[in-house]
């Protein structure tokens, strides 16, 4: 059976390449007899797959030497309480910038630990733009900036200005980059912290990765559980207890995979390419459109609703049936959404498109 192309947001779909070579390496991880998922984590062939793991991610992102990459259970959402209780008390404030669902969801959660200044947003569930940026109100004294910069479910992306806003308050930056990490170049020297889980741009489900400034290792309030506190991940290379091997192993493909391709550079030229394609596509159309401020859509996540809504089941059974997987929007914004991450190659993009002219013409 031919590979479909996938247009999940999360897991998704991963580099060929990467599941080629991890299907070969399977039943005996270079001679060793085993496979990778069989190995112990403390022994001298694993910690060669972990160690090589970390220095690729470290190369592809540019990460400095003063930051501690962290490999942590518990998906991006155990980040949401994990942030407030590393680097604030109860009666801190804390600045969160509110554009979707994850960052509500991350406010909630936030509010539990410290007292939450939503710095704008959160009157819509589910804005189509990011609040304008006179109207962000920065609490004086905050511990710390929290931004989504990508909002997976509407496909809305923070761009260079809402970023130039938050690094000029001088504070903290923490990022949830979940669906949009190693899209493009960032500058990871700007932040205090970043954070993902695995199952977008870095491999499968499982774990998140956590980038922190080290100066703010330490400072977790007291009653912090053992495996929320980054410190305790810190300080044992992320192995206090049993890592999630095998998910470790596909990030490091999916790095090594990345170097090959040409970095994220070349990557996030790539990406700028196919996002585009997509929505001049349905700008053209007067069959589809798409509801996101245009300078502030998603090169990851695109939303797009027919116009016609009676239709959606046949789009989305007949796209199925075309190897095109996943379109289904979510349930929270409704409509189609089609996710073009980093492992979507452009001829995915290309079907997609051509599924699409050909629908709306015998549906016209
Ligand atoms: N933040 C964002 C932006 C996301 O898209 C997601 C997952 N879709 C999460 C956080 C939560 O991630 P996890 O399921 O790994 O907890």
Not at 134 to 156: M, P, Q, R, V
Not at 157 to 163: A, I, N, P, S, V
Not at 335 to 346: C, D, T, V
Request: aromatic share 10%; glycine share 6%; charged share 20%.
């Amino acid at each position: 059976m031919a590979r479909a192309f996938n247009f999940s947001a999360g897991p998704a779909m991963l580099p060929e390449a990467v599941m080629r070579k991890a299907e070969s390496e399977f039943l005996d991880w270079q001679g060793t007899g085993m496979s990778v998922m069989e190995m112990s984590h403390r022994s001298k062939e694993y910690m060669s797959v972990a160690h090589k793991m970390e220095a690729d991610l470290r190369e592809v992102m540019v990460i400095p030497d003063n930051y501690k990459v962290l490999f942590i259970h518990g998906g991006a959402s155990m980040q949401f309480a994990a942030i407030p209780m590393n680097l604030a008390q109860q009666n801190d404030t804390v600045d969160y910038l509110n554009t979707g669902v994850w960052s509500t969801k991350a406010i909630k959660e936030a509010s539990r630990f410290a007292t939450v200044n939503v710095i704008a947003g959160g009157q819509e569930a589910n804005p189509t733009e990011v609040p304008s940026i006179e109207d962000w109100n920065f609490s004086k004294d905050a511990k710390y900036i929290h931004i989504c910069s990508n909002e997976t479910i509407t496909g809305l992306e923070l761009q260079d200005e809402h970023f130039d806003a938050v690094f000029a308050q001088g504070k903290p930056v923490i990022a949830d980059m979940s669906s949009n990490i190693m899209c493009r170049e960032i500058d990871v020297s700007k932040y205090a912290m970043i954070y993902a889980g695995a199952q977008k741009n870095i491999g499968p489900a499982g774990l998140a990765i956590v980038i922190v400034r080290q100066d703010l290792l330490g400072n977790a309030r007291s009653d912090t559980p053992t495996l929320l506190n980054w410190d305790t991940y810190a300080e044992n290379e992320s192995m206090f207890n049993t890592p999630a091997t095998y998910a470790w192993y596909l990030a490091g493909l999916v790095f090594d995979w990345i170097k090959n391709t040409g970095g994220v550079k070349a990557i996030s030229k790539i990406n700028e390419s196919k996002a585009s394609k997509l929505y001049d596509f349905i700008d053209a159309s007067d069959f589809y459109s798409n509801s996101i401020k245009v300078s502030e859509r998603s090169w990851m996540n695109v939303t797009f609703n027919l116009k016609n809504t009676e239709l959606d089941a046949d789009f989305l059974e007949q796209s199925k049936s075309a190897g095109l997987l996943s379109l289904k929007g979510h349930k929270a914004f409704g409509g189609m959404r089609a996710s073009i991450y980093n492992a979507m190659p452009e001829e995915g993009i290309d079907a997609l498109i051509d599924f699409m002219k050909k629908f709306a013409l015998e549906n016209a």
